[in-house]
Structure formats: structure tokens, C-alpha cells
């Protein structure tokens, strides 16, 4: 079935597009001629032996549907793949650099965290200084409450 589609699809390309198929006229309609593989022929037998019709019916509907941009679940089977490569070689840099851009942004954290624990316990004073456990633990505790907070929230909070 997909060698049928992809037939019909190279007919309607070579036909539409290229203008290069011959073609004869007769009572208003036009005729072409086209060449298919033994096994795209018996596909086009077996539908139309399926469906009651002729092959040149069969081709026709196919070309229209084609031309009308008609899908159906077979077209779709053949077009997902292509669609799913196509765009997944548009994002996969995207995800790349945003990965990138995290770990980058969790190493910052790691050194503003220690930073922090440096400050406490070398620029504060011993009787005024916590424990610096206590003090990560608390503030770890209000970051994770800080972003599980929706934004709406966040904004009207007051961060003292």
C-alpha cells in the first residue's frame, strides 16, 4: 500500500508540478498514461477488485484525494515518520542547548549554596552564626516551597 501511495504521489508530482506525464484529450477529459511496478499493479487490482471498480477508477480516486490533500490512516502511516524526523531534527538542538543550560544553571546553585555556607561561617560572627546545616536545611525547605507556588502567587509574595 505504501508503494501505491508513493506511485501516486510521484504520478501527481510528475503530473501537477512537472507538467512531464503525456496526456490526450478526449470528451472534455483528459488522459494519461503511467507505468507501475508488478507489485504496485497488483495492489491497484487487488482495491479495485476489492472495492468493485475499475483500476482507472481506483488511480482517479487516489490522485484526487491525493490533490485534495485527503489523508487517510495509510497516508498517515507513511507520513508520521517523515513528519516525526523532520521535526525532531528541528528540536533536538533546542533540547540540547536547554539541557546544556541546566546543568549549567544547577553547577551556579551548587556554588551560590556553598558560597552562602562560606559567608555564614566565615563572615558572622560565632555567638550570632547557626548552625550551618540548619540554616541550608531551612532555606532549602523555603526554595521548594518558593517553586511549587504558582506565579501568580509568587508575585504578590513578599520575599523578607
Do not use: H
Not at 137 to 157: C, H, I, L, T
Request: hydrophobic share 45%; glycine share 4%; charged share 25%.
Amino acid at each position: 500500500m505504501r508503494f501505491l501511495f508513493a506511485s501516486l504521489l510521484f504520478l501527481w508530482y510528475n503530473l501537477v508540478i512537472k507538467g512531464v506525464i503525456q496526456m490526450s484529450v478526449k470528451n472534455g477529459r483528459k488522459r494519461i498514461t503511467v507505468t507501475f511496478t508488478d507489485e504496485e499493479y497488483a495492489s491497484i487490482k487487488n482495491i479495485a477488485y476489492k472495492e468493485y471498480t475499475s483500476m482507472s477508477d481506483v488511480v482517479r480516486n487516489f490522485c484526487i484525494q491525493g490533490i485534495n490533500g485527503n489523508l487517510t490512516q495509510d497516508n498517515l502511516d507513511f507520513i508520521v515518520p517523515i513528519i516525526r524526523e523532520q521535526l525532531k531534527s528541528i528540536i533536538d538542538p533546542a533540547v540540547n542547548r536547554l539541557a546544556a543550560l541546566s546543568a549549567k544553571t544547577c553547577v551556579q546553585a551548587g556554588a551560590a549554596a556553598y558560597l552562602s555556607a562560606e559567608a555564614i561561617l566565615k563572615f558572622v560572627p560565632e555567638e550570632r552564626s547557626e548552625e550551618v546545616a540548619v540554616s541550608y536545611e531551612a532555606a532549602r525547605k523555603k526554595a521548594v516551597q518558593y517553586m511549587r507556588n504558582s506565579f501568580d502567587v509568587m508575585a504578590g509574595e513578599d520575599l523578607s
